[in-house]
């Protein structure tokens, strides 16, 4: 069965810090990447989402995520982070082969200090 | 649009009493998902429709369970009878046909069952 594997927990970080969480997934064939971000208290949005082409995608807020399909990865970068960056992150992988429904990593816990 | 609509957005009930969650996806959406979210098992996908047609129920976790979804723009949760274990934050979710498009989030229905 597919996963998702969240490596990081809990994160805390400094503002100016620069961020990579890292997420692997366990499945061979074709599949979609995403990102979401939930605030405290919020519902789930997302930030990015790789589907195609080039593995390098840019979401919003400053954030990026890197496609590397040999290492079954997809890691979310943002070079300096900020007090309200402090979320929730969540990767996600969705399979053609089961009507593209996602599977969630655990999910990562983000403290920014100020 | 208005995005993917929930109600209640907080449900406080006694155990063995029945609970229903309601859920409203984004217009011309064909694709209608339930979540479940807990400290301890995360982000879990409990069934998903297709023109309101159940396609996956088996993170459904019990018979206590059901979903329904009698039409294009509206979809329900029922837990009867509720037990302490069912407290969480249940999230609707609705995306259009291709695999390939984002999944959007409701609010969530955070439920606590005494």
């Known amino acids: 069965a597919q996963s998702v594997s969240q490596h990081n927990h809990h994160v805390i970080l400094s503002e100016a810090a620069s961020l990579e969480l890292g997420c692997n997934y366990s499945y061979g064939g074709t599949v979609n990447l995403f990102w979401y971000v939930q605030y405290p208290g919020q519902h789930l949005q997302l930030l990015l989402k790789y589907f195609s082409g080039d593995p390098l995608v840019k979401g919003i807020k400053g954030f990026e995520a890197e496609f590397i399909k040999s290492k079954f990865s997809f890691n979310l970068r943002k070079p300096s982070v900020q007090w309200s960056d402090t979320a929730e992150y969540f990767c996600?992988?969705?399979?053609?082969?089961?009507?593209?429904?996602?599977?969630f990593g655990q999910g990562t816990e983000l403290s920014v200090k100020p | 649009d208005a995005g993917v609509i929930q109600s209640p957005r907080h449900e406080v009930t006694e155990m063995g009493q029945e609970v229903t969650l309601r859920c409203k996806p984004i217009s011309g959406h064909d694709y209608l998902f339930w979540y479940r979210q807990t400290m301890m098992r995360g982000l879990e996908l409990l069934i998903y429709?297709?023109?309101?047609?159940?396609?996956?129920d088996s993170g459904m976790p019990e018979d206590r369970f059901s979903a329904k979804m009698p039409n294009a723009s509206f979809s329900t949760l029922k837990i009867q009878p509720s037990e302490p274990r069912d407290s969480a934050v249940y999230f609707c979710a609705s995306r259009g046909v291709s695999w390939e498009e984002t999944q959007y989030f409701g609010p969530g229905t955070r439920l606590l069952v005494l």
């Open positions: 996600a992988v969705s399979d053609y082969n089961q009507g593209g429904k996602l599977i």
């Open positions: 429709f297709n023109n309101n047609v159940p396609i996956d």
